[in-house]
């Protein structure tokens, strides 16, 4: 759920929503609450095309989405994946999600241009020739798909959603962070909290730090807080990691990350 408070101030309390930007063209994967001042920001930039990938349907992956501006302009499309068909369809889930009663009005109401589209896990993805994304399926209750975006010779991976089980590395995770250049980690506890918590569905930040560096990824972003975590608490979990693993970090709302292509960096080496 999203938090706000003093206590939650420098990482911010806005569920799960991530913008990747490959040379201009508009990838975003899922729409929690954070994507409400994405769509805002997407707007001022005048971004008439968008592809949004949803990792799974629980609450706190969708319940930003009615209020995603670019819904509501007639001269934008939006292209809308999901991966956990033997569930409920892409177009299904968007008209469960808003309709009566749980939201005032349909999604016939969005002026955007929509298309719904279906994956399966393992499938990759080419939205725009230069721009390939591969998928896997994660361990998380009823199920989730993870993503690796592979752009000008870099990637990025988004595993939101796992359990890990404690001295397996999960090879569907390390498949898609293998030498990435950013990771996105389910890092919602801690090791000691995992008994606690088993079953939940998530991960630890310490099993981030395993993976990333068994899988030879450069850096790591602690993703998917507790929501009860404080900011107090989760610097301290953010300093422990950097301490095993330089490159990892805690990921805070409104973070930006720039990763130079292949050509870039070698034209300025």
Known sequence: MPVSGSEFRRYGG???????????????????????PAGIQLLKEGVREVHLFFTHFHYDHVQGFPFFAPLYDCAIGVQIWSGLTE?????????????????????????????????????????????TIRTAR?????????????????????????????GKPDANVLSLIEKADLVLYDAAYTDEEMAKYRGFGHSSWQEGVRLCKAAGARRLGLFHHDPFRTDAALAKIEAKAKAEFPGAFAARDGQSIEIASAEAKQATA
Request: glycine content about 12%.
């Open 138 to 166: 994660l361990n998380h209750p009823g199920g989730c798909i993870g993503y690796r975006v592979e752009f000008g010779g870099r990637a990025v991976a988004l595993v939101f959603d796992t359990e890990h089980v404690e």
């Open 87 to 131: 569930v409920m369809t892409t177009e299904e889930m968007l008209r469960e999600l808003m309709q009566p009663p749980w939201f005032p009005v349909g999604i016939g109401i969005c002026s955007a241009s929509l298309d719904a589209r279906d994956l399966k896990a393992g499938d990759v993805l080419n939205p725009w020739p230069e721009v």
């Open 14 to 36: 806005n569920t799960a929503c991530v913008e990747v930007s490959c040379g201009g063209r508009t990838l975003l994967f899922d729409a929690g609450t954070g994507i409400k």
